[in-house]
C-alpha cells in the first residue's frame, strides 16, 4: 500500500517559508513535504504548477493537500488530473470560484504594478490585507522575508490565477474528501463565498482573516489533524 504524506502548498506573496512558521510548533501523523514553487516563471496555468509539483514528488506515495490560497488552487488542479493519487484535500482559506470579471481587472493591475514598481514596492500593503489583526513586528519580518521573491514569479503566478479554471462542480461531485478553513474576517474569500456551495466540512475561524496559520495557528492543527483522521 503507497505510503500516505502532507503536501503543504503556499499561497501567493509568500513561499515554503510560511510552513517553518507553523510546523514545527505542531504535530502531524504523516511526512510533510513543502514544495517551493515562488520562483517559477514556466508555468502558464495552475494546471502547469498542478503538473510540475507532482512531478517533483515521490512517484510511490498517495497524498493529503494542504493548500493556502493560491496553493489550495493548485491543489484542486492536482485533485482534477491526479485523483488516485490525492486521498484528502484541505482548502485553507482558498476556494473553487473562478475570479470575476472585476478581480480578473485587478489580476492585471498587480501584475502590471510588480512589473514596473517591483516585489519591495508590492509586498507591504499586500500583507497588511490579508490580516483581521496583527503585530507590526510581524508583518515587518514578513514584508524582509518577501521583499526579494522575484517579481516574474508573482506575475506568473497572478496570470494563472486570473485564468484559472471554475471548480465548484468538481469539489460537488468528487468523491476526494475536501476541508474548508475558513477566516470569518478575510478581506479576499468571506465564509459565505464558499457555504453558498458546500454546506458540510467547513471550519469558520472567529476574529481571523487570510492568514489561520497566524492568528489561530492551533484551531487550524486541530483542524487539519481531525480532517486526516477522519
Known amino acids: 500500500m503507497p505510503a500516505t504524506q502532507l503536501v503543504f502548498l503556499h499561497g501567493f506573496g509568500e513561499d515554503e517559508r510560511v510552513w517553518t512558521d507553523f ?3 505542531h504535530t502531524f501523523s504523516f511526512p510533510v513535504i513543502c514544495p517551493a514553487y515562488a ?19 515521490p512517484s510511490e506515495a498517495n497524498f493529503i493537500l494542504v493548500g493556502h490560497s493560491m496553493g489550495g488552487y493548485i491543489a484542486l488542479e492536482m485533485a482534477s ?50 490580516f483581521a489583526t496583527v503585530s507590526q513586528e510581524l508583518l515587518a519580518m514578513l514584508a524582509e522575508r518577501y521583499r526579494t521573491l522575484p517579481a516574474a514569479g508573482l506575475i506568473a503566478a497572478t496570470k494563472a490565477m486570473r485564468d484559472r ?28 463565498s464558499i457555504t453558498r456551495f458546500v454546506k458540510k466540512s467547513v471550519v469558520i475561524l472567529p476574529n481571523v482573516g487570510h492568514q489561520g496559520t497566524y492568528e489561530a495557528p492551533k484551531a487550524v492543527a486541530e483542524a487539519i489533524n481531525q480532517f486526516v483522521h477522519v
Open 23 to 25: 510546523l514545527p510548533f
Open 39 to 57: 520562483e517559477w516563471t514556466d508555468c502558464a496555468t495552475l494546471a502547469d504548477y498542478a503538473r510540475k509539483i507532482v512531478a517533483h514528488l
Open 81 to 130: 488530473q491526479f485523483p488516485e493519487r490525492i486521498q484528502k484535500v484541505v482548502m485553507l482559506h482558498s476556494t473553487f470560484v473562478a475570479d470575476t470579471e472585476e478581480k480578473k481587472i485587478n489580476r492585471d493591475r498587480t501584475a502590471d504594478l510588480l512589473e514596473k514598481k517591483g516585489t519591495a514596492f508590492f509586498i507591504g500593503p499586500f500583507l497588511t490585507n490579508l
Open 165 to 192: 479554471s471554475d471548480f465548484t462542480t468538481f469539489v460537488q461531485t468528487s468523491n476526494i474528501p475536501f476541508l474548508f478553513i475558513l477566516g470569518e474576517q478575510d478581506a479576499l474569500i468571506s465564509p459565505e
